[in-house]
């Protein structure tokens, strides 16, 4: 066996993952030594889902318009020294009244897919019980609109947008949302089954559970492992009821669920920080789709996390299965780890800048390579890969009508030379959503991040205008 080869096998045979830097020393190399694939939208196959990606608190704005109720992000983003700059979703990019020119720009830039998420709370102004009209024609009129212009529809159920009467209720703490989630989801696959056949069931919930129950950072802003815990739990089980439930309305549906998903190295050799990086993994690539597949929560690397089971009651373990047709891949950084105190995971991220790595607005890291060694790991599973989100931020500036944003492009080029270095190698990939379609609403980093193909000029109206890395996918997907 020749050297290349031998390291190559060694990086990344099945379940190799997190060996030592040596390793990964090895396998950067092998991706020097790889040679470039030439970049064709045919490369990719002529069923491959090209598509772009929004959620609705980021774009809709309309807040409190046409009977919506509110929701968390509603309430969170009004609070004092929540949001980076005090700003907050009101308005947002105004896709509510504007979707119909941000969809053809959609189309012409030669995409063939829009990814978008339901407000819970427009439909379910309480989140339960009366139905808001004005808020299910709205959908309606969305899903049309991409029909009639060639673009498939592919519907999220949760983007973090709770209703806030449902967390009064204690939201993800309180198991009765897998009840409450359940309905919802019931009454949208219904509504909106003859017309939508992609559906994802949650958007990254160890985001909206970590970030939103734990450290507080986000919406609702609880802290602690007393909210963690449960909030994990209930979102595992409501993964699994919203898939059955859009199986019973629309038994030929295309279902997935979305995770936020980062290769993980640890720091140097040190058996630690290998354990370290081992456990972080766990976290952030395992605690949710391992129950999905009948494997369950990850206690081999994590044993401080059957804390849980304090929350399972007989018959979860089964509750938690659901066979998904597609497993959505959300990347946009790598992480590096070593050994530290914090409970649970006994580990703790480094910073990208303190490392010398290139990174993008928000501090991560670009790495295309370990975007494939993501790609691959997950691939574990044996069910099909969509690449539901992947994007990257930088300080656009609008000049004289246009964005030249070269280092964005740049991205794109290393991320799908990547994707489709993974695809050739036998990795099941079914479509790539960039995200996102416009620059919107960074959650508690507000406006500043941009990682639109269109430029929002949100001092003028909110005029759109194509970025470079816009007119670079459609002359790609042309």
């Keep these: 066996m020749n050297r290349r080869k031998w390291l190559k096998n060694t990086a990344l045979a099945s379940g190799a993952i997190l060996l030592s830097p040596y390793v990964n020393a090895a396998t950067k190399l092998i991706n020097r030594l790889s040679p470039k694939l030439t970049l064709t939208k045919q490369a990719f196959g002529k069923d491959f889902v090209w598509g772009a990606a929004c959620a609705a608190y980021q774009v809709e704005g309309a807040w409190n ?47 063939n897919a829009f990814r978008f998420s339901l407000s819970w709370s427009r ?132 279902i997935g669920t979305t995770f936020a998903l980062s290769w993980v190295n640890p720091v140097n050799n040190e058996p630690k920080n290998i354990e370290a990086a081992r456990r972080y993994d766990a976290l952030m690539n395992r605690i949710f789709v391992e129950p999905a597949v009948g494997r369950g929560y990850p206690f081999d690397r994590l044993p401080g996390l059957k ?12 509750k938690m299965k659901f066979q998904f047709d597609f497993l959505g891949v959300q990347n946009y950084y790598p992480v590096t780890v070593k050994k530290n105190w914090f409970p649970v995971i006994h580990a703790k991220e480094i910073p990208a800048s303190k490392r010398g790595a290139k990174t993008n607005c928000m501090g991560g890291e670009i790495n295309g390579y370990d975007f494939y060694r993501i790609l691959k790991q997950f691939a574990q599973y044996n069910i099909p890969l969509v690449v539901t989100e992947n994007g990257v931020c930088f300080n656009d500036k609008l000049q004289n009508g246009h964005v030249h944003d070269e280092k964005r492009i740049a991205f794109f080029k290393e991320y799908l030379q990547n994707l489709l270095r993974a695809k050739r190698e036998g990795v099941d990939i079914r479509g790539y959503f960039v995200w996102s379609l416009t620059d919107n609403f960074e959650w508690d980093k507000g406006y500043r991040p941009r990682f639109g193909l269109i430029y929002i000029d949100y001092q003028n109206k909110l005029k759109r205008y194509i970025k470079d890395s816009g007119y670079w996918f459609m002359k790609f997907l042309g």
């Design 307 to 318: 804390k849980i089971e304090k929350y399972m009651l007989p018959g979860d373990e089964e």
């Design 65 to 111: 318009t046409d009977g919506k109720g509110l929701s968390i992000w509603d309430v969170f983003s009004h609070r004092k020294h929540k949001i980076e700059q005090g700003e907050n979703g009101d308005t947002a990019t105004d896709f509510y009244h504007r979707y119909r020119e941000d969809i053809s720009l959609l189309k012409e830039m030669h995409f």
């Design 123 to 254: 439909i379910f102004p309480e989140g339960t019980g009366k139905i808001n009209p004005k808020g299910v024609e709205f959908y309606h009129q969305v899903i049309d609109f991409c029909l009639e212009n060639g673009i498939e529809p592919w519907v999220t159920l949760y983007h973090w947008d709770l209703p806030e009467a449902l967390q009064k209720k204690g939201g993800w703490d309180n198991r009765e949302i897998v009840r409450w989630f359940s309905q919802y989801a019931d009454f949208v696959s219904n509504e909106y089954g003859k017309k939508v056949k992609n559906w994802m069931v949650l958007n990254e919930p160890l985001s909206f559970t970590a970030l939103g129950y734990m450290t507080g950072e986000m919406a609702p802003g609880k802290r602690g492992f007393g909210h963690f815990f449960p909030a994990v739990h209930h979102a595992v089980l409501c993964q699994a009821a919203g898939g059955r439930a859009i199986r019973r309305n629309i038994p030929d549906a295309n």
